[in-house]
């Protein structure tokens, strides 16, 4: 009778509980921004969780679940934040402007078939952005003009590369858990999260270099 259940997975149940958390944080965007920026902390825990025990189980549902739940916790659930904080309709903006960007770089995302790394900026690292700027209580148009350019970034041609590092995820879990408990962190996993945000600007220079050089010896050549 209930078919659909025959087709879910262990992965499946955490990507459900991201979706979960993520609710629970639009609800409470209205009444605490910091509980809110937490239920997202949250809800990245539990997509990377998901992540991982995918690679173990594969799920026929997996990859449009994932997506359906990220749009609630990553993309409605910050741009709500962005909503609440506004002071003028050029937030209202920004926060419709996020969200129809992470939109477009979740579908972007399902067809894209590009195993060892990401093209634009991943949706989760750019909302769990907004939610520490928001935890640490940076200053309003400062978040706004912030997620004004990962807008931009998501739907970039940017490639950043997909972390397997057991370790480094190891590290990177344990500070974003520990934010819930020391608000401190927040500071720490704010900086990592915008050092992987400029990871590919070397690699994109040292190109932009080589094809200058490659331009030029043409021209010498003619």
Not at 7 to 32: E, K, P, S
Not at 69 to 96: K, N, Q
Not at 154 to 165: A, E, H, P, Q, T
Not at 194 to 214: H, Q, T
């Amino acid at each position: 009778m209930f078919g659909a259940l025959n087709d879910i997975r262990m992965a499946d149940i955490f990507t459900a509980l991201n979706a979960l958390f993520g609710f629970l944080g639009i609800y409470f965007v209205f009444i605490d921004l910091r509980i809110a920026a937490m239920f997202l902390f949250i809800s990245v825990i539990m997509d990377g969780v998901d992540g991982a025990v995918a690679r173990i189980e594969l799920s026929l549902l997996g990859k449009d679940l994932d997506s359906l739940a990220d749009i609630i916790s990553f993309g409605i659930l910050p741009s709500m934040m962005l909503f609440r904080i506004a002071e003028s309709w050029v937030y209202y903006s920004v926060a419709g402007l996020f969200l129809i960007c992470g939109m477009i770089r979740l579908a972007r995302f399902n067809v894209l078939s590009i195993k060892d790394a990401f093209v634009g900026f991943p949706i989760t690292a750019s909302a769990l952005v907004i939610a520490l700027m928001v935890y640490i209580e940076s200053p309003e148009p400062f978040i706004c003009f912030t997620a004004f350019f990962l807008s931009f970034f998501m739907i970039s041609n940017l490639r950043y590369v997909k972390i397997r590092d057991k370790i480094l995820l190891f590290v990177s879990g344990v500070v974003l858990i520990s934010t819930l408990f020391i608000s401190d962190s927040a500071y720490i996993m704010l900086g990592m999260t915008l050092l992987y945000l400029a990871s590919p600007f070397p690699g994109e220079v040292k190109r932009w270099i080589e094809r200058r050089k490659e331009k030029k010896l043409h021209l010498k050549l003619e």
